[in-house]
């Protein structure tokens, strides 16, 4: 529940292609369909590499899911409260970014 509630559940289903989520409901996915599925992941990529680096590392680590949030932040060498700030400010940054498109 913990990671389906996390930022990496979160991209997965905000990128996720028309086709995988059509597989599951069981329609076909129109050409129309797949190129903005398309667009969108291309457009959601280019925002995640618009981010500072810091912030994008944060961001990237955290969706991947394999580690909690403090134990990124030693890996890291950063207190797990910057951590999390960092993983916060490029959620909302993301966010701002994709709403403005």
């Given at each position: ?9 979160k991209?997965k289903?905000?990128i ?5 989520l ?28 618009r981010?500072?680096?810091k912030?994008?590392?944060a961001l ?6 394999d580690?909690t949030?403090?134990e990124?932040?030693?890996?890291m060498?950063?207190?797990?409260a910057t951590?999390r700030?960092?993983v ?7 966010k701002?970014?994709l709403?403005?498109?």
């Amino acid at each position: 529940l913990s990671r389906r509630r996390g930022l990496g559940w979160k991209l997965k289903h905000l990128i996720a292609s028309d086709a995988e989520l059509d597989t599951v409901t069981g329609r076909v996915p129109t050409p129309e369909a797949r190129i903005l599925s398309a667009e969108r992941i291309a457009l959601v990529r280019r925002q995640i590499q618009r981010l500072p680096r810091k912030l994008r590392d944060a961001l990237l680590l955290a969706a991947a899911g394999d580690a909690t949030q403090d134990e990124l932040a030693v890996a890291m060498n950063i207190p797990a409260a910057t951590f999390r700030g960092r993983v916060r400010d490029a959620r909302l940054r993301l966010k701002k970014a994709l709403n403005q498109t």
